[in-house]
């Protein structure tokens, strides 16, 4: 079993910076790769940014040049960063793991842009 905790969300104005966090815990040595996706109101949840065990890293086109996904296997944490953000980046933010063919989820946070 892998547990993730996301932490980071909140309320941002557009134009502002965010940097989500997700934590991961237990079975995490074969961990393959972790990414990032998010769900708006009415729409399916969508990958936004992956992280490969070999630091390759792959982003969906609105996320490109503003979105910036890292991990930190000394802490067993990933990150994106988030800037330029806009009010359609409005949703809520789930962290993922995948792991022997398995796919783990973390609760959520939610990131809201709005004026």
């Known amino acids: 079993q892998v547990q993730l905790v996301e932490s980071g969300g909140g309320l941002v104005q557009p134009g502002g910076s965010l940097r989500l966090s997700c934590v991961a815990s237990?079975?995490?040595?074969?961990?393959?790769?972790m990414g990032w996706y998010r769900q708006a109101p009415g729409k399916e949840r969508g990958l936004v940014a992956r992280?490969?065990?070999?630091?390759?890293?792959t982003y969906i086109d609105s996320a490109k040049g503003r979105f910036t996904i890292s991990r930190d296997n000394a802490k067993n944490t990933v990150y994106l960063q988030m800037n330029s953000l806009k009010p359609e980046d409005t949703a809520v933010y789930y962290c993922n793991a995948r792991r022997d063919g398995l796919s783990y989820w973390g609760q959520g946070t939610q990131v809201t842009v709005s004026s």
């Open positions: 237990g079975s995490i040595f074969s961990i393959n790769d």
């Open positions: 992280i490969f065990s070999n630091y390759i890293t």
